[in-house]
């Protein structure tokens, strides 16, 4: 069945928009008439051929479904490991958190406590129509940190990090085309500084799903300027912060282009315009490559480049023909679109009858520059089991999940879970089996460091219905650290970092609000918004426990 409709879909897609990066070069290939009446022709035959196929391919997928329907599979989760010492033999060497100055601080928003010129194009965002929750005062969302940033860093040292990702928010840094803020600029060096000097390695991100209000007035990357403008920009932050050496260039392109572009929650709120996703996803990884050829040529080495990537695959629940449908379409489009661009050099954002968006890299070119990454840089929260389907008048849980119950019919959609298992707020359930899967696909690409990994702490059991019933349940999280170690040390030879995310509960996860509780620790802070203590979690202690361990591994490896 999948065949088939792999097949089918191919039929339907529009002509191709092909661009090439050639010699650090782009050029787009031009479709002659002839080309057109040939693919136009030549699809419409492919298309009744494969129609005709489509009937018997569907009843065979549908036995197929009743059977495994009857049984699902069990997951096994992995046995946790008890003694803190082997937990922290887990872990990469390099271990931290990561952040995105945004979300903790507001920054370029007139409810930062860091006042500066730049404004982002969350500033305006910001109200109950885009942000979920009951809290209107969006200052409670953010702390101090770059204009005070000692707190926050003897923080990260108690907690025993030896590095930390963060984002250069492009905003402040960059207030007004082609000029650079020197007050952010010594802020960011100040950052640094701290960092520095309590042995905390600083990995910095480029872009973190914020954009400076003039280039989002301006079409943001879906204008190509602006994305030409974004590669200078990105090099000019290397050249001003050498004390940074691990770059990343852009956070989670799939998901960022699916929030901004088809769910219409990120700014600029476009709903369901799958072609401009496509299109903002091929000027990113355009952007992340010659940003990275152009680095290299300029610094070699002495700056490591890579790439977030959410590995967000949608998996069938139950494994009907529309849960398979779905999951198939999604999936394409959130990961494997991206995730096949690295293995081949080839974009191919393929959705029927709205997109066929390309982007290459000549083979040559491309392996001979490392796929273009000198790390790869999975984000893993779990896969979405996507539930579509008759629920017998049982509610499913989930955020979001659509019930439809009526005696013993009914009908539900969205990202659920099977009796016994535990729904996040943050969208998936609890798994952390699944990232296994995620790890040996993230292996055949390039070396790993892991930028983001986490529980959400606000869990609903199976049986709660509607958004409401999530509750805070904070062994779940901290369970899961110790659940993942197992899987941790299978790729131990291929992991050299990791990132969790994040250390301050109650910042703003985006349209989210404050709703889900994704960080470990609660901050206190005083009437300026200075951090002057923290609430040390059950997740928090153990994360703690096990990073102060990693060091004194790593200090007594080094001693030997």
């Known amino acids: 069945m999948h065949a088939v409709l792999s097949r089918l879909e191919e039929t339907l897609l529009p002509f191709p928009d092909t ?16 080309d057109k009446v040939q693919h136009s022709a030549g699809r419409a035959f492919q298309a009744f051929l494969y129609l005709l196929a489509l009937p018997p391919a569907a009843l065979y997928s549908a036995a197929l479904s009743l059977m495994s329907s009857a049984s699902p599979p069990k997951e096994e989760t992995p046995a946790a490991m008890d003694l803190i010492e082997e937990i922290a033999a887990a872990y990469p060497a390099t271990h931290g958190f990561a952040q995105s100055l945004f979300q903790d601080e507001g920054l370029g928003t007139y409810a930062s406590p860091t006042s500066l010129e730049g404004e982002c194009n969350w500033n305006r965002w910001l109200s109950a129509e885009h942000i ?27 907690m025993g990090v030896n590095a930390h990702r963060f984002s250069l928010e492009w905003a402040v840094l960059e207030p007004k085309k082609g000029e650079i803020d020197p007050r952010a600029l010594a802020l960011y060096k100040n950052f640094l500084h701290e960092l520095k000097e309590a042995g905390i390695e600083p990995w910095g991100t480029l872009h973190h799903f914020v954009l400076p209000q003039w280039a989002e007035d301006a079409g943001g990357f879906l204008n190509e ?7 200078q920009h990105s090099l000019k932050m290397m050249e001003l912060f050498p004390e940074i050496s691990h770059w ?6 799939g998901g960022y282009a699916m929030q901004s572009q088809i769910r219409g929650v990120y700014p600029p709120g476009t709903s369901g315009d799958f072609a401009k996703a496509g299109l903002l996803i091929r000027n990113l990884l355009a952007a992340h490559s010659m940003i990275y050829l152009e680095a290299k040529k300029q610094h070699g080495d002495k700056v490591q480049i890579g790439i977030t990537h959410q590995w967000l695959k949608f998996l069938p629940l139950e494994g009907n023909l529309l849960e ?5 379409v999604m999936s394409k489009i959130t990961h494997y679109s991206i995730y096949n661009f690295f293995k081949t050099g080839r974009f191919e954002y393929q959705v029927p009858g709205a997109a066929n968006v390309c982007f290459e890299i000549p083979e040559s070119e491309f392996l001979g ?28 849980p989930g955020y979001q999940v659509k019930n439809w119950t009526f005696w013993k019919l009914g009908f539900s959609f969205g990202s659920s879970c099977h009796p016994g298992e535990q729904m996040q707020a943050f969208g998936p359930k609890v798994d952390p089996e699944s990232l296994r899967e995620c790890l040996q696909e993230a292996s055949e690409l390039a070396p790993i460091a892991i930028t983001e990994i986490g529980c959400d702490a606000m869990i609903q059991e199976h049986g709660a219905f509607g958004d409401d019933h999530f509750t805070l349940n904070e062994e779940v999280q901290k369970s899961y650290f110790s659940a ?13 970092a990791i990132f969790i995310w994040t250390l301050i509960r109650g910042q703003l996860e985006w349209d989210r609000g404050n709703r889900p509780a994704l960080g470990l620790a609660p901050v206190q802070v005083d009437s300026d918004r ?31």
């Open 324 to 328: 398979r449908l779905i999951c198939y």
């Open 530 to 560: 200075n951090i002057i203590g923290c609430q040390m979690t059950p997740s928090a202690g153990l994360i703690q426990k096990i990073y102060q361990e990693k060091m004194r591994q790593i200090a007594q490896t080094q001693a030997a």
């Open 19 to 34: 661009m090439v990066l050639k010699e650090g070069r782009i050029e787009r290939v031009r479709l002659s008439l002839t």
């Open 369 to 396: 520059n490392r796929r273009c990454l000198d790390f790869i840089a999975p984000q893993f929260y779990g896969f979405p089991r996507i539930k579509a389907g008759w629920n017998g008048g049982h509610p499913y």
């Open 132 to 158: 979920e929750g009951e809290v209107t005062d969006y200052r409670k969302y953010f702390v101090r940190i770059l204009s005070n940033p000692k707190p926050f860093v003897d923080l990260l040292k108690k």
């Open 484 to 496: 993942i170690a197992p899987i941790l040390k299978e790729y131990k030879d291929r992991i050299f």
């Open 248 to 253: 990343m260039t852009f956070n989670e392109t």
């Open 225 to 231: 300027e602006v994305r030409d403008h974004f590669v």
